[in-house]
């Protein structure tokens, strides 16, 4: 099982990012998918869930800015960051498993992660 993000940059406040996360020997549909990030001296902190019949869930934070999507015909778990923030700053990494409190310990399958800085 491999998780592969890629999207990460550097961009300047106000700007828009797309996060993609692909997939290899695990279907991601199949599973509870989220995006999570860890900033610099800070734990890390899910940002947003999809689960199997698609429900969402964003924390606070991101709400009204970032979307999170899934295409299961090409196994790719997708983060929109929309009017991007100096403290969306971190690395973001995208994670699978059977359900979110697995997630938020860690556990499941993860990728590598991606850094996304946010400055002008």
């Known amino acids: 099982v491999r998780l592969v993000e890629s999207g990460g940059a550097l961009v300047q406040p106000g700007g828009s990012l797309r996060l993609s996360c692909a997939a290899f020997?695990?279907?991601?549909?199949?599973?509870?998918n989220g995006w999570f990030r860890q900033a610099p001296g800070k734990e890390r902190e899910g940002v947003s869930y999809?689960?199997?019949?698609?429900?969402?869930y964003y924390v606070d934070s991101v709400k009204g800015r970032f979307t999170i999507s899934r295409d299961n015909f090409e196994n790719t778990l997708y983060l929109q960051m929309n009017s991007l923030k100096p403290e969306d700053t971190a690395v973001y990494y995208c994670?699978?498993?059977?359900?979110?409190?697995?997630?938020?310990?860690?556990?499941?399958?993860w990728g590598q992660g991606t850094q996304v800085t946010v400055s002008s």
């Open positions: 020997g695990i279907n991601l549909d199949s599973f509870t």
């Open positions: 999809i689960t199997t019949d698609g429900s969402i």
């Open positions: 994670g699978a498993a059977q359900d979110r409190d697995l997630l938020d310990l860690g556990l499941g399958s």
